[in-house]
């Protein structure tokens, strides 16, 4: 959980928003929102005091301008916080309950395992206890065995002298574009269970300052234990009942990179490199210091450099390249984690690691929400995507994240890269951004409600017209009720996700069996 502190201290040059929805009552959103009052404004929101007046006064303009937007974030946020607790216990007894009923056999299993007393009890964190999204969706078929990572990666090509040489997978494939969606929902599970489906190099628990935890989950694979031609890297996303991974979604405090733009600070404290309860860190991380001010940023970081999400990722990735010479990489990740996945070859970039950079095979994330804002994203094009695209943002429907936080015409938070956006039929559209950037009015809620009960329908009889690996289940069923409620939540999911890739056009890649 995230704490508010009041003592941040700007350090040299920074420029930054804090959102602190905690210090001020519902009294005081009201007269901020309604009134624009001064005094409750200042409450919520933090920004440096050592700034030049101009600057100080464009962030006041912004902030201003965008008033309705930061009072409704900070009333989620509210709420969130208030569930919190409700949130956490129901997902331990959600996990517990899925996992009892598949480990019995399901209902009737369990109902003559206890009339026998022959009940098998999960434990969590073994080898068979899976997540909530696991339980949503339990394809883990692309891995079972690696035949077709091999194949897709080291192809042998015959030539005319006898001799053979080596074809590359190409970015942006739709091989390799369901390999990484396999990663991203398999990146909710336990060690126990991804070092059971996959060549497993780490698994990582890395240090989340907005979150105060060890909370930031990652895992290392590469394709064969020697001489590899891949090197996965996929970021755990927002877990379904973790309140306080909504509310980063939700959060709409930033920071600014001199001369490159504005990323979420939410994000980069999940990369663990900085702290807003003492924004110099942010300095000492992101930004190129003279000696007297790094040490000065240096004051507050007990351990961070060796808990931080990105250190770690890039000391490993670091030793990976260098033990497999033929060796790309690419960083996955759904939801938070899609976020994730793309800050981390950003600051690649941002620390000038070219060499790692040039081996960059490709960023593939699903459901991702917006990092940053217009400058971050024609910053980070120019490096991503030419020659060829190495960015792809893949959206399904109605989905909410990747629709936060908040965008216009006029707005901070912007995406970029290259949108692969695949309707409720599961058509794709290659474009700039999805349709409906934000989701609000009347015309997008009733076109959403109905398209969540065609979902539903859909649903039921996916099974009849793909096959088994398709069917759904009841608790997949279940929370498609859900969607009825809250469309843009339904869609989240990564079933749909996966489906979109394996069903979207032109794919006719072999699955490997179970």
Not at 334 to 346: E, V
Not at 485 to 511: A, E, F, K, W
Request: aromatic share 12%.
């Amino acid at each position: 959980m995230h704490q508010d502190n009041s003592g941040s201290n700007p350090g040299p040059g920074s420029n930054y928003l804090i959102v602190r929805p905690h210090r001020g009552g519902y009294r005081d959103l009201f007269q901020y929102g309604v009134r624009g009052d001064e005094t409750s404004k200042n409450k919520f929101l933090e920004r440096p005091d050592d700034h030049s007046d101009r600057t100080t006064s464009v962030i006041n303009v912004q902030a201003d301008d965008r008033r309705w937007v930061i009072v409704v974030s900070i009333l989620v946020r509210k709420i969130i916080g208030l569930l919190r607790t409700p949130m956490e216990y129901t997902g331990l007894v959600v996990d517990f309950v899925l996992n009892l009923l598949s480990a019995n056999g399901g209902l009737l299993g369990l109902v003559l395992g206890l009339i026998k007393a022959k009940v098998v009890i999960p434990e969590r964190g073994s080898v068979d206890f899976v997540s909530t999204i696991g339980q949503l969706d339990g394809r883990i078929d692309l891995y079972k065995g690696w035949s077709f990572v091999e194949q897709l990666v080291c192809m042998e090509d015959s030539v005319s002298s006898g001799s053979s040489r080596r074809v590359g997978i190409e970015p942006g494939s739709r091989g390799l574009v369901d390999l990484c969606v396999m990663a991203s929902k398999l990146a909710y599970e336990n060690a126990k269970v991804v070092e059971n489906v996959m060549n497993l190099v780490e698994f990582l628990d890395c240090w989340n300052d907005y979150q105060k935890q060890m909370s930031t989950q990652v895992f290392i694979l590469t394709d064969k234990e020697k001489d590899a031609d891949l090197i996965l890297i996929s970021f755990r996303g927002t877990e379904p009942f973790d309140a306080d991974d909504w509310g980063t979604d939700f959060d709409y405090s930033w920071y600014e990179i001199p001369n490159v733009g504005k990323l979420h600070m939410g994000f980069i404290e999940a990369m663990g490199l900085g702290t807003r309860d003492y924004t110099p860190t942010f300095d000492y991380h992101l930004v190129e210091l003279n000696s007297s001010e790094k040490e000065n940023s240096q004051k507050n970081l007990p351990e961070m450099v060796e808990r931080s999400a990105y250190y770690a990722v890039r000391e490993t990735l670091k030793r990976l390249l260098a033990e497999h010479a033929n060796a790309k990489f690419v960083v996955t990740g759904h939801s938070l984690g899609g976020a994730l996945a793309i800050l981390f070859p950003t600051l690649l970039v941002l620390k000038e690691e070219t060499e790692m950079m040039r081996r960059l095979l490709g960023v593939y994330t699903f459901g991702q929400p917006r990092i940053g804002n217009r400058e971050i994203g024609s910053f980070m094009k120019a490096k991503l995507n030419h020659p060829v695209d190495r960015y792809f943002r893949v959206v399904y429907c109605n989905d909410l994240v990747p629709r936060l936080p908040y965008d216009d015409t006029t707005f901070l938070y912007k995406h970029f890269g290259v949108c692969l956006y695949y309707d409720s039929f599961y058509n794709e559209t290659r474009a700039e951004d999805e349709p409906d950037p934000n989701p609000y009015g009347m015309r997008y809620a009733v076109l959403a409600h109905v398209n969540a009960v065609w979902e539903l329908v859909r649903g039921l009889i996916m099974g009849f017209i793909y096959g088994p690996g398709y069917r759904e289940g009841w608790f997949r069923i279940l929370f498609r009720l859900v969607g009825l409620t809250i469309p843009g939540l339904s869609d989240h999911c990564p079933t749909d996700y996966v489906n979109s890739v394996r069903l979207g056009p032109d794919y006719d890649l072999q699955m490997s069996p179970l």
